[in-house]
């Protein structure tokens, strides 16, 4: 379910309760910044979900420059 940061603040304790059987994407102006899960997720379900998103030859450091590269401001 996808709901402005809005709708999110003024029926919070209804999304809450909702976040327990379904995800919940929050937006702000129509963009996502946030995402409200269920507190007991299956960890292993969600490290499956991540196989194949990173290069086999991919390291720990080229990650790291390159999340680092990606907020460096140019002025």
Do not use: W
């Not at 402005?4 to 603040?9: D, G, L, P, Q, V």
């Not at 269920?38 to 450091?61: G, M, N, T």
């Not at 390159?66 to 140019?74: A, Q, T, V, W």
């Amino acid at each position: 379910m996808i709901i402005s940061a809005t709708e999110f603040k003024t029926n919070i304790g209804k999304y809450l309760t909702l976040a327990a059987e379904e995800e919940i994407i929050i937006t702000k102006n129509g963009k996502r910044i946030a995402k409200l899960t269920q507190a007991s997720e299956d960890k292993v379900e969600v490290a499956k979900s991540l196989f194949r998103i990173l290069p086999c030859d991919a390291s720990l450091e080229q990650a790291r420059e390159e999340r680092l590269n990606k907020h460096e401001r140019i002025d």
